[in-house]
Nanobody, 122 residues
Framework: QVQLVESGGGLVQSGGSLRLSCAAS????????IGWFRQAPGKEREGVSC????????YYADSVKGRFTISRDNAKNTVYLQMNSLKPEDTAVYYC???????????????WGRGTQVTVSS
């Protein structure tokens, strides 16, 4: 069965960096688009970034452009989110998810991980 497991979250000071990982199993990561979403307390879930399966094109929310980088290692079936210059407003639970690019963009992917907490202190 499809499984996504996030790791790498934690507490970091403003301006710091974290790298999130999402290990996929039960399917071949290279065949699907995969993305990161986040949800802060009291706020709706929002898309952060995604990467296409075929040509590796990447997409970012305006709020993270220039600070976050998504990448994938198909050999390891793992996707990463490098987060630099973190801000307190980046505090959220971060989820990875996979499906077609269309469903990721729509915010309705079929498969989700359980999330990892990122807390940025000011």
């Amino acid at each position: 069965q499809v499984q996504l497991v996030e790791s790498g979250g934690g507490l970091v000071q403003s301006g710091g960096s974290l790298r999130l990982s999402c290990a996929a199993s039960g399917f071949t990561l290279g065949y699907y688009a995969i993305g990161w979403f986040r949800q802060a307390p009291g706020k709706e879930r929002e898309g952060v970034s995604c990467i296409k399966n075929n040509d590796g094109s990447t997409y970012y929310a305006d709020s993270v452009k220039g600070r976050f980088t998504i990448s994938r290692d198909n050999a390891k079936n793992t996707v990463y989110l490098q987060m630099n210059s973190l801000k307190p407003e980046d505090t959220a639970v971060y989820y990875c998810a996979t499906d077609s690019l269309e469903r990721l963009v729509a915010g309705t992917p079929s498969y989700w991980g359980r999330g990892t907490q990122v807390t940025v202190s000011s």
